[in-house]
């Protein structure tokens, strides 16, 4: 069990490398890079979903197209600055990695456990077809007195009772990352293709003072900052 702040995140991610490593910044002279992992569902859909590594977890020349990883680590938001201004990103954040030459045992692995607060009031939306929709945005702590903001999608039940929830409440949620595309269109009148990340939760509950944490990476112990 993990009883301490970072149990509060926690992912688990495998697939394929599908892009090069690209530098992204550097803190207190430690490098940080990114990469893009190919991870399928069980519907053979496919999500893209953005790793970011510190240059100390591995010699960057480990990080090769095509190859296939195992990452445990955290879900995190970034305010990244682009040519359109400051947009939110979101990319697993590793803590360690374990590369294979061949497909791992444990192929495709998409797990996301996050305890944190309803920050924006809840949508709940009903599609022609009569499916139920929530969407709620969780504000998850970590060290330093920072925060991680998190778009999650809700179905069915699950988003009838996100509907219902409050700003501020503590509730923890289990799922999976998704990526999807979509157009949007710039102000010159151009379109464009964006790419959108969230959290598609397959269980939510409220939070009860003291409760401990339920490890999703199978550790005894919580990973080091």
């Known amino acids: ?20 490593l690209k530098f992204s910044h550097e803190i207190y002279g430690e490098g940080f890079y990114y990469f ?44 990244l600055t682009g040519p359109s201004g400051v947009h939110l990103q979101l990319m697993v954040f590793a803590r360690e990695i374990e590369f294979a030459d061949d497909e791992l045992p444990e192929k495709d692995i998409n797990t996301v456990l996050l305890d944190g607060f309803v920050c924006k009031p809840p949508v709940y ?23 991680d903001y998190i778009p999650c999608i809700l179905w069915g039940r699950n988003a009838r009772f996100a509907g219902k929830l409050k700003v501020g409440e503590n509730v923890r949620v289990t799922g999976r990352i998704q990526s999807r595309t979509y157009q949007k269109k710039k102000d010159n009148g151009e379109t464009v293709e ?8 397959s269980r939510i509950e409220m939070v009860k003072p003291g409760e401990e944490y339920e490890d999703v990476t199978g550790r005894e112990d919580p990973p080091k900052e």
């Open 1 to 20: 069990m993990i009883n301490d702040t970072s149990g509060r995140n926690q992912a688990i991610v495998s697939g394929k490398i599908v892009d090069e």
């Open 36 to 79: 893009k992992l190919d991870v399928c569902r069980l519907s053979g859909a496919n999500d893209l979903i953005p790793v970011m590594v510190s240059e100390r977890l591995a010699d960057k020349e480990e990080y090769k197209t095509g190859r296939y990883v195992k990452i445990e680590g955290q879900f995190r938001s970034y305010n």
């Open 125 to 147: 939306r009903t599609t022609p077809f009569n499916r139920e929709i929530g969407d709620i945005l969780l504000a998850v702590n970590r060290a330093y007195n920072k925060s």
């Open 194 to 201: 964006k790419t959108a990340y969230e959290l598609s939760v």
